[in-house]
């Protein structure tokens, strides 16, 4: 079986610009989390979708948004991309929305220029 | 606030000997502790879990200790090999809710053969 699948593994963006980062949950996950994580600290909570609606949001900007669709794929989107937004983005998928095991992904890297 | 604290940035061990990664916490709330294991450019992995209703948990090479009153987990690796030379986070969530996971910012581990 997949794992938790992530596009694009790599990308370079300019200050200002837009970037979509997307994430497939394992086969049967409904819950899908989005994490940041800069170098030498660990990953920071973004969002949590489940059955399409959100359940938890960390402290991150309005830029940051994301949204879950009917077959439980993500995608993040980060707008007006400051320099301090590189980073690993990663996609955990569960079964549930509490409770229960998270895998992650192998992640997006992202580095903002 | 760094809820979730590894104050061990690093720790070297010798082939075959036992491997004990420290991870304290200060939220009373958090009832779930994880344990991930992340080499270089992949994702975390998920190693081993406990909720608070235990004290260990074991899993073939790895054991998991919770101290509740101390606010402490430690992760057990016996025998440690040369595979197991990654950086582990330990994360903390609350079971009922949504899916945070707060982590703390890792321990590099290193097996000398």
């Known amino acids: 079986d997949a794992g938790v699948t992530q596009s694009p593994t790599h990308l370079i963006k300019t200050r200002g610009q837009h970037v979509t980062l997307r994430c497939s949950p394992i086969?049967?996950?409904?819950?899908v989390s989005w994490y940041q994580q800069v170098l030498g600290q660990g990953p920071q909570f973004i969002f949590q979708?489940?059955?399409?609606?959100?359940?938890g949001r960390g402290n991150f900007p309005d830029r940051f948004s994301a949204r879950q669709f009917p077959n439980y794929s993500s995608e993040l989107n980060v707008n007006a991309l400051l320099l301090g937004d590189s980073a690993l983005y990663l996609c955990?998928?569960?079964?549930?929305?509490?409770?229960?095991?998270?895998?992650f992904g192998e992640g997006s890297w992202l580095t903002v220029v | 606030d760094q809820q979730v604290k590894q104050n061990s940035p690093s720790l070297s061990v010798q082939e075959g000997r036992i491997s004990i990664l420290n991870c304290d916490y200060t939220n009373s709330m958090f009832d779930y502790f994880l344990w991930y294991k992340k080499y270089p450019a992949e994702g975390p992995t998920f190693l081993i879990s406990?909720?608070?209703?235990?004290d260990k948990n074991e899993d073939g090479r790895f054991t998991v200790f919770l101290n509740k009153s101390a606010k402490h987990l430690s992760l057990h690796i016996v025998p440690s090999q040369p595979g197991d030379s990654a950086v582990y986070f330990c994360a903390a969530a609350r079971t009922f809710g949504n899916e945070k996971l707060t982590f703390g910012t890792g321990t590099r581990l290193t097996i000398i053969p």
């Open positions: 086969s049967g996950h409904k819950s």
């Open positions: 955990a998928s569960s079964l549930a929305v509490s409770g229960n095991t998270i895998y």
């Open positions: 406990i909720s608070s209703i235990k």
């Open positions: 979708y489940y059955e399409k609606e959100e359940r």
